[in-house]
């Protein structure tokens, strides 16, 4: 996250940003489910695909997230019971009704 340019403990502050925009969380989850290692390194490859051109222009080396890529491509077929998906965030905000 720091490489896409996000301050260390942006997710962390999340609901403290909220307030500061007026805002009070009314709810906070996340999860991450356990895939068939063929779908989920499938999803990873595409995932570092998706972000390519920011990875890169962020100064991560296009040859280096290719690679990435292809590993996670080519360990879809490895020994692999199951992978896991990426972590979601739900953050559920609402404006306080004023006093």
Same mark, same amino acid.
């Given at each position: 996250? %720091?490489?896409? =340019? ?6 962390? /502050? &999340?609901?403290?940003?909220?307030? *500061? +925009?007026? #805002?009070?969380?009314? %709810?906070?989850? =996340? ?6 290692? /063929? &779908?989920?390194?499938?999803?990873? *490859? +595409?995932? #570092? ?20 890529? *292809? ?29």
């Amino acid at each position: 996250m %720091d490489l896409a =340019g996000l301050p260390h403990g942006t997710v962390e /502050g &999340l609901d403290g940003a909220a307030r *500061a +925009a007026g #805002l009070e969380v009314s %709810d906070a989850t =996340g999860f991450f489910t356990f895939l068939d290692p /063929g &779908l989920g390194f499938e999803i990873h *490859a +595409a995932t #570092l695909a998706a972000v390519r051109e920011r990875a890169v222009g962020s100064g991560i080396a296009a040859e280096r997230v290719d690679q990435v890529a *292809a590993e996670l491509q080519a360990a879809k077929n490895g020994q692999y019971e199951w992978v896991s998906s990426p972590f979601f965030l739900d953050l559920a905000l609402r404006k306080p009704v004023a006093a």
